[in-house]
């Protein structure tokens, strides 16, 4: 049913002058065709059946206002993020229109605008649309969370991750004082040029504060993007899977990015010149690779700190200038530019970044294969190196069309007016062609240049001119940057099964299961909280200290026990369920030296060698992480053992009563893993992977008891072993 304007308005005196007629939105399909006030009774909600659009603007050149109070909602308040679907508002086709204060909740994508130029979306809020559920946990990390931004000609971002504002092909738009909570994406530019995205806070949220396909010319400052977040386990794993503050994909060019505080993100920001741009796919007919990336933007005077990957990344692209900017704590590094040219990176600082780098890769300013790229007049205290220039045999890339046209290898860099205090590593070069330092200056480093084979430095001229800031225009009047400075460090980010903790509102999250007892943290746990449940044979308690999260703890008796509790505090209410096995295993852990993916019977005879340990637990809970068996602290015997923290064997063997019918078994492993249940597999993923939740399903006729075998090996790096049980029905 379409609802026109005309068969529900009246007049309303709104004290600003203007008189406006109300609309009000009761039904999916509401068409909108002139200036007015959308009016949503409280507690509506509004279903898109057809997934194009719940309230629609149809005609140019008209302002549509919210009315104070009202909040279009597409699912009901407690639907699970990754179910939610359809648009809540649409705009497409139409150019200069307005919509001033939308509260826009429970859709997919909650503003959605499509040739759409001269729009102006102002003082928007958007809170509790779509999210993905994260299956990573604090031991461990899902594979499955990562994000793929790499493709999205075909709109792939929003099909797959959703928006609260998604807004393409247009021009000369602009986007000021949106408030993004409670989602995954928050701004998504698709083919969006000339335009002015200001004064925003898209916050505390799973996947791209703004994101950017193929969106020039605009200008992007005095947003708020912190906390864009996934795959974050503090002391555990710092991966980011692809979240990021502000993504900038495919050729993403000339754009002003000022002043904007861009914090513990999974990168600040993360930009890649795009699989167009390297030929990994076709470009239109004539493409020419020749300088094509996300080339001449600026980047100024930019909070980029606290990623668990890196401050800000930039590869395959062209006459970028980075200068001003703060990257403190960034995981890995504060710059990664790998293939990137003609780079200026000036007047910023770089602190304390590359703690939890990978191999070489860390520290300060970090590019692989960059020429022409000049770091000047910085200041690098304490990183895991300052500045790290290399080459390495990246022989497919060399092959593409892009590297064909572009690369000239690690050369004609310059490294000059830098100040290094406390660097592990000042200056490290890998293998690189001419590289100039000038005027650096050298306090309690480690090492101050580190040559490792390719040319030796050279001298920088001496008459290099002196870096300035450039002029730029910062719109907006919010000030973000140190906003949120009391939320400092990585070990603020906290992520839970639908994204980061806003350190505002009480966020629960599974912590572990260790035999028949699981665990729940409560993050900002009001002062009241209590946790009941009627299930039979379960206990429930609650541990609350002065510091960090309330623990949840439900126990239960031996054997096997469903069970469902509701947590409930001030402003909190929550529905915990799970089962508890009260079991007992026989683990053996072991070192072998026969590739067990090769000849298990081999690997399995070892598991009795001289250096084997056999221990009794409650539970299969593995967080080996970078460690081995003997780093546990399950027994002295076992800590005492001679096996190391790569190629090692766990055998896990128990018997446990089930009631007859369908059960589910899941593990999470890293590396290969196999579950047998009386002797038939369940689970079989015997291969080097990174931690993957696996899932099997098996059924018994009759009450009895299943035995039950879990073999896993390690070969190297990080490592899980975590085995769960339920009932599939």
């Known amino acids: 049913m379409f609802l026109s304007i005309s068969a529900a308005i009246a007049l309303a005196a709104l004290g600003s002058g203007a008189d406006l007629p109300i609309v009000e939105v009761s039904a999916d399909d509401t068409l909108v065709d002139r200036s007015c006030i959308l009016r949503i009774a409280p507690g509506a909600m509004i279903a898109d059946a057809a997934g194009d659009g719940v309230v629609k603007i149809v005609a140019s050149d008209v302002t549509v206002r919210f009315e104070s109070g009202s909040v279009l909602r597409g699912a009901p308040a407690g639907t699970a993020g990754d179910v939610m679907v359809g648009v809540g508002v649409v705009v497409e086709g139409q150019s200069g229109v307005r919509v001033e204060g939308a509260a826009i909740e429970g859709y997919k994508i909650g503003f959605l605008a499509r040739s759409a130029d001269g729009l102006v979306v102002d003082g928007a809020v958007l809170r509790d649309n779509f ?34 504002i998604s807004i393409e092909r247009s021009r000369g738009v602009e986007v000021r004082k949106v408030t993004v909570r409670d989602g995954q994406n928050g701004i998504v530019l698709d083919r969006v040029d000339e335009s002015r995205i200001y004064d925003n806070d898209c916050s505390f949220i799973s996947g791209w504060g703004i994101a950017m396909w193929r969106s020039s010319g605009n200008a992007i400052t005095r947003n708020a993007l912190d906390f864009c977040v996934r795959g974050y386990s503090h002391g555990v794993y710092n991966r980011g899977q692809d979240s990021a503050g502000l993504l900038m994909f495919e050729q993403c060019s000339n754009n002003l990015i000022a002043e904007n505080s861009i914090t513990h993100g999974g990168d600040g920001i993360f930009g890649f010149g795009g699989k167009e741009a390297l030929g990994d796919v076709p470009g239109p007919e004539g493409f020419d690779h020749t300088r094509k990336g996300c080339n001449d933007n600026l980047f100024i005077a930019n909070d980029l700190s606290y990623a668990p990957a890196h401050g800000l990344e930039m590869t395959f692209s062209f006459g970028n200038r980075i200068i001003a900017n703060q990257f403190i704590e960034n995981a890995i590094c504060g710059i990664w530019g790998g293939y990137s040219q003609e780079t200026l990176i000036a007047d910023n600082v770089f602190r304390s970044n590359g703690a939890s780098g990978y191999g070489l890769e860390r520290g300060g300013v970090n590019i692989e294969h960059g020429s022409g790229n000049s770091v000047r007049q910085n200041q690098f205290e304490r990183n895991g190196a300052g500045v790290h220039f290399w080459t390495d045999d990246d022989v497919a890339l060399l092959k593409s069309p892009w590297a064909q046209k572009n690369h000239r290898g690690s050369t004609d860099n310059v490294i000059a007016d830098n100040r290094f205090s406390g660097d592990a590593v000042a200056i490290h070069l890998r293998a690189t062609g001419a590289t100039f330092v000038r005027a650096n200056t050298f306090e309690g480093v480690g090492e101050a240049i ?147 993916r090769e000849n298990v019977e081999g690997w399995r005879e070892q598991s009795y060698g001289p250096q084997s340990r056999s221990v009794t637990m409650q539970d299969v809970r593995l967080a080996y992480r970078h460690g081995g068996p003997q780093e546990l602290g399950i027994s002295d015997e076992l800590s005492n053992a001679e096996i190391g923290r790569d190629r090692f064997g766990t055998i896990a063997t128990t018997s446990i009563p089930l009631r007859a019918g369908r059960w589910r078994v899941a593990t999470m492993s890293d590396d290969g893993v196999r579950v047998v249940i009386d002797g038939v597999p369940a689970i079989d993923n015997w291969t080097w992977h990174a931690p993957k939740r696996d899932e099997g399903e098996f059924t018994i006729d009759s009450d009895r008891a299943v035995q039950i075998t879990i073999e896993h090996f390690e070969l190297d790096g990080f490592a899980v072993l975590e085995f769960e049980i339920e009932p599939a029905d």
Do not use: K
Request: hydrophobic share 35%; proline share 7%.
């Open 131 to 164: 999210r993905q559920r994260l299956r990573s946990i604090p031991s461990a990390e899902d594979g499955g969370d990562w994000l793929w931004p790499h493709a999205n000609d075909n709109r792939e971002w929003t099909a797959n991750y959703g928006a609260a």
């Open 450 to 596: 580190s040559i490792e084979g390719g040319e030796e430095v050279r001298a920088a001229p001496a008459d290099l001119a002196e870096i300035t800031v450039p002029a730029y225009e910062a719109l907006g009047e919010r000030r973000p940057l140190g906003a949120r400075a009391s939320l400092a460090g990585r070990q603020s980010i906290v992520v839970g099964e639908w994204g980061p903790w806003d350190h505002e509102s009480a966020m629960v999250r599974p912590l572990d299961r260790t035999g028949g007892v699981h665990r729940y943290e409560v993050w900002g746990a009001p002062d009241s909280l209590d946790v009941a449940c009627d299930s039979e044979g379960i206990s429930t308690n609650i541990e609350q200290g002065e510091d960090g999260p309330a623990i949840v703890r439900i126990s239960a008796s031996p054997g096997v026990h469903t069970y469902s509790a509701l947590l409930r505090g001030e402003g909190l209410e929550r529905e915990l369920s799970g089962t508890l096995v009260g079991s007992e295993w026989t683990v053996r852990f072991f070192p072998w030296t026969v590739d067990p």
